[in-house]
């Protein structure tokens, strides 16, 4: 029974490691939050953009939430809730840059705050 428990640990960490693939972990203080109305894909979402030290070579100094992201009010209040309590945010990110400019901002695929 142990090592059927052992293998199915395995294999779902090996699977779980597979979902995440591209995908990379930041966390830090941010230093600005910044909405583009003109980068959204309609009228009533913008693109935010969030500055910050990610210590990522992909994208050192900030990442960004799609407007069309299902999770995009979710993310942008976790940010909101860090940036005003001056806490540290951890960020998920991937390696679709944001088309807005030629900064490397990493998008945002989840964001978490709190004790771990």
């Known amino acids: ?53 990610t210590g990522l070579s992909q994208c050192p100094t900030g990442v960004w939430l799609s407007a069309t992201s299902p999770g995009l009010k979710s993310m942008l209040s976790v940010a909101l809730t860090a940036y005003a309590a001056n806490k540290p945010v951890v960020f998920q990110v991937s390696n679709t840059m944001w088309p807005g400019n030629n900064n490397p901002y990493c998008q945002v695929v989840a964001a978490f705050l709190g004790q771990s």
């Open 1 to 53: 029974m142990k090592r059927i428990l052992f293998l199915v640990l395995i294999v779902a960490s090996t699977v779980s490691s597979l979902a995440y693939a591209g995908t990379y972990t930041t966390s830090g203080n941010i230093g600005q939050i910044r909405a583009y109305a003109d980068s959204g894909s309609s009228s009533d979402t913008s693109d935010v953009v969030i500055l910050l030290n």
